[in-house]
């Protein structure tokens, strides 16, 4: 029985590119262009595996995910993404996605990732970070509450003022916060956070 995909990228000529990449040996059902566009087609063809860019209008890939195996739950969720974020990786393997790969991968790669999903198989590699993800949360309470602050543009010392806590302690907290997203700047901290939908409430 030949295997079915799904593809959802808000670029065609990249849904082109990966179609003829795979359409050999697996029968593309459709494309879409955003995530609600994903869940309905999903829900409608319940392809074998969908492979999901993460940066699409409408709902977060997350949201996404966790919509799709809702309404389509032997539906493998690839992840095919520019984003190599660490945190990002182990928060979508987390939603429910088989697998987390580069947009730089190879045919003979892609391949094998969707027959992988197909089969049930995870990379061990993503189960470790999974597992990883299980055993964390992303960021504790008081550096969230850090970080809703960071993204209204106050200071360490408005922060600590309002906190009642040390201007000291903001800037660890600020550190912490960094490094656990992987960010190199405010305003870098708040858009990766923002994409992990964390300061839903």
């Known amino acids: 029985m030949s295997r079915t995909v799904l593809l959802a990228d808000d670029h065609l000529l990249f ?12 029968v593309v059902l459709g494309e879409a262009a955003n995530g609600d566009e994903a869940v309905t087609l999903a829900q409608a063809l319940t392809p074998d595996v969908l492979l999901l860019d993460v940066e699409m209008p409408g709902p977060t890939a997350e949201q996404t995910i966790n919509r799709v195996r809702r309404v389509s739950p032997d539906t493998a969720i690839v992840i095919l993404t520019m984003h190599t974020d660490a945190v990002l990786e182990r928060q979508l393997l987390r939603a429910g996605a088989s697998h987390f790969v580069s947009k730089t991968i190879d045919r003979a790669s892609l391949q094998k990732v969707v027959r992988e999903a197909v089969a049930g ?16 949360d992303i960021l504790t309470a008081r550096e969230l509450e850090v970080l809703r602050m960071v993204a209204q543009a106050y200071t360490n010392r408005d922060i600590s003022r309002r906190l009642s806590i040390a ?3 903001v800037k660890r907290h600020t550190t912490n916060i960094y490094v656990k997203l992987g960010a190199t700047s405010r305003i870098d901290a708040v858009r990766k956070a923002a994409r992990l939908d964390l300061f839903r409430e």
């Open 15 to 26: 849904r082109q590119g990966v179609r003829s990449l795979i359409e050999d040996d697996f």
């Open 121 to 136: 198989t995870p990379n061990a590699q993503l189960t470790q970070s999974a597992r990883s993800a299980r055993s964390e």
């Open 167 to 169: 201007e000291g302690t």
